[in-house]
């Protein structure tokens, strides 16, 4: 199969999972917003997001390495992937914990923190589900995670409708999740084990000390752009706002949290496709540096073209977004999701600069920018939500966003290899 025939026909299937996905979670945020109202949601929407910002740590850029190793050396496939579980099991054992000793200190209320203990649950299945991704990734058999996310997308709506139409609590919706992503998980595992042909769990230290070493700077980078994705929701709900603004933590919390959800459901596109192009990236870079442009400029066109349409049908539609998934209640959320979409076009050529920074093994650099950015975007959103209120944590998204490819752009472009085509 040719360069671009799979890159479209991995894609495709890729598509059809996030299709899938994406309509089960929309469903989801249409029972939740229904069921437990602006505050309600706020607070869902705190929740998920502090145990989206461990979500890293399930991966850490290990995959990335992984599909490396076991394309390297094929025969050692099996090995290594009993390793990659040995690791990703102790490996969630310690976030857990890390995650609940930060909890312990922060503000969030009651209900909050029991709600973040028990939807630890999904990082578990999580951290599996995306062990045997990496097994569907070196083998470009992105039909099989179609398989795994259908049946998490079906589980998650199935238990979340149970849970909203018999219980009026968060806590009920969260169990639900974490029921849901068990499913698609288990479902993973069993197809990854038809793929590779074994389930087991290794521990050799070495190996792990190997891979963790080599994947450090990939996983620090995706450490600072999860802080940047998943802050902006915590400070918004914690923030004590200017009196003026008449505005409370759960309600703002409510509204943000919808039209980054809606923002957050349109943005996933890159990311699959680069799921694909990665691995494409690192076979043109082995023939030669002039065949590896190629490809990422080609690559470039058909994701900016993508965002700016995705830009233009953001803006139009977000009314009708907001109508359906949230209702009149959350009406305020129209404006912040055009806020959001304005920056459609740079979340999708940003993840084409990280990708191709590592390619040509700029991570020294990329990790600055990624630091840099968390840093700006900590600092501004401390700064500017509690006196303008959660609009400005819109804004201050898309300029992060705009400043890490930038600065990604000028890494690249000032590389001496590349200077030299």
Same mark, same amino acid.
């Given at each position: 199969m040719n360069t671009p025939l799979r890159l479209t026909y991995s894609t495709a299937f890729q598509i059809l999972g996030r299709g899938a996905t994406a309509f089960s979670t929309a469903l989801v945020t249409f029972l939740v917003?229904?069921?437990l109202g602006v505050n309600g949601f706020g607070n869902f929407t705190a929740i998920l997001s502090y145990i989206t910002l461990f979500f890293v740590f399930t991966d850490f850029g290990i995959n990335a390495i992984f599909v490396r190793e076991v394309s390297n050396e094929k025969s050692k496939q099996k090995d290594y992937y009993k390793n990659l579980l040995g690791l990703r099991l102790i490996g969630i054992l310690f976030t857990a914990f890390i995650a609940i000793g930060i909890l312990a200190f922060s503000d969030h209320s009651g209900v909050v923190k029991l709600g973040i203990i028990l939807g630890l649950g999904i990082l578990v299945a999580q951290s599996f589900a995306v062990s045997a991704l990496a097994v569907f990734q070196a083998k470009i058999r992105y039909d099989q995670a179609l398989i795994s996310d259908v049946f998490g997308a079906v589980a998650n709506l199935m238990f979340v409708y149970i849970a909203t139409k018999?219980?009026?609590?968060?806590l009920a919706v969260i169990i639900a999740l974490?029921?849901?992503n068990f499913v698609r998980a288990l479902v993973a595992l069993y197809l990854a084990k038809f793929q590779i042909g074994v389930f087991a769990f290794a521990f050799n230290i070495n190996f792990w000390r190997k891979l963790i070493f080599a994947? *450090?700077?990939?996983? *620090? $980078?995706?450490?600072?752009?999860?802080?940047?994705a998943q802050i902006d929701k915590q400070i918004v709900l914690l923030a004590t706002y200017k009196p003026s603004l008449g505005l409370t933590g759960e309600t703002s919390a409510g509204i943000y949290g919808l039209a980054y959800k809606i923002f957050e459901l349109a943005i996933v596109l890159p990311t699959y496709i680069l799921n694909v192009g990665y691995p494409l990236m690192i076979r043109k870079k082995d023939q030669g540096l002039a065949v590896l442009l190629k490809f990422a400029k080609k690559l470039a066109i058909v994701l900016v073209a993508l965002g700016g349409l995705g830009l233009v049908c953001g803006l139009v539609l977000a009314p009708v977004l907001v109508s359906i998934l949230g209702g009149s209640s959350f009406s305020d959320s129209i404006l912040t999701t055009r806020i959001l979409f304005l920056g459609f076009p740079l979340f999708f050529i940003t993840p084409l600069t990280l990708w191709l920074g590592v390619v040509l093994n700029?991570?020294?650099?990329? *990790?600055?920018i990624y630091g840099f950015a968390a840093v700006f975007n900590l600092v501004a959103n401390l700064?500017?939500?509690p006196e303008i209120g959660y609009n400005a944590a819109a804004v201050i998204t898309?300029?992060?966003?705009?400043? $890490?490819?930038?600065m990604s752009f000028v890494v690249i472009v000032l590389n001496k290899s590349i200077l030299k085509q």
């Open positions: 917003t229904r069921s018999n219980f009026s609590s968060v974490v029921f849901g994947a *450090l700077p990939i996983g *620090l $980078i995706m450490v600072f752009s999860q802080f940047n700029k991570n020294k650099e990329l *990790l600055f700064v500017f939500v898309v300029t992060t966003e705009g400043l $890490i490819l930038v």
